[in-house]
Structures are given as C-alpha cells and as structure tokens.
Nanobody, 126 residues
C-alpha cells in the first residue's frame, strides 16, 4: 500500500499563492498517477490536477488551468501543487491520491485512485 501525507495548506488572501506538498511512502514503486482533488462543504469532490509518475505528463481541471501547476520529485516521492492567483472559490480541503496503472484508468475520476491522504485545508479570504 501507499501512504500519503499532505502539507502546506493554510489561510491566504485572494490573489495570493500557496504550495501544497504530498509525500508518499510504502509501495511507491507501484505509483502510476498522482493527483490532487478538492472538496468544499456541501459540494462534490472535484478533480484539480494529476501527473504521471514516470513520464511527467500533467492534466488539469478546467477551473484551475493557468493558475495551478502540478509537479513531482520522484527521488523524494513527493508531488507538489503550486497554486497561484487564488480565488475565494478555491477554498476547500485538498487531497492527494495515488494509483497504479490499470486498463481504463481515468486520471480525473477519483475511483481511479487507490490511496488517499488525510487532506489539507486551504482557505482563501477576501
């Protein structure tokens, strides 16, 4: 199994920036994709970004394109989410997730990920 620990959340003013980190441990050799999702109270879990662990291809949800950047450091088993130009609607608990490859896996669906972190709160204020 894979254990994931998020960090870097906090309170930031609209227009500001935060960088989230997700450190993976355990059977990290099995990781094919790592992703970020977020969930605000009363709302559905939303895909934010994903990255292929080996090739580094990245994918973004429409609401964050141009503002967020996902990256990875394989040697450190860590994935990052750089969040710029934050908006009030970005307020949510952010979760990182990892999953192995399997046929038909889809990076933007939470069901494609087998392991999840505990989440880190991001609050954007005016």
């Amino acid at each position: 199994q894979v254990q994931l620990v998020e960090s870097g959340g906090g309170l930031v003013q609209a227009g500001g920036s935060l960088r989230l980190s997700c450190a993976a441990s355990g059977r990290t050799f099995s990781i094919y994709t790592m992703g970020w999702f977020r969930q605000a109270p009363g709302k559905e879990r939303e895909f934010v970004a994903a990255i292929r662990w080996s090739g580094g291809s990245t994918y973004y949800g429409d609401s964050v394109k141009g503002r967020f950047t996902i990256s990875r450091d394989n040697a450190k088993n860590t994935v990052y989410l750089q969040m710029n130009s934050l908006k009030l609607e970005d307020t949510a608990v952010y979760y990182c997730a990892s999953g192995p490859y399997y046929p038909g896996s889809t990076y933007y669906l939470s069901d494609s990920y087998g392991f999840w972190g505990q989440g880190t709160q991001v609050t954007v204020s005016s």
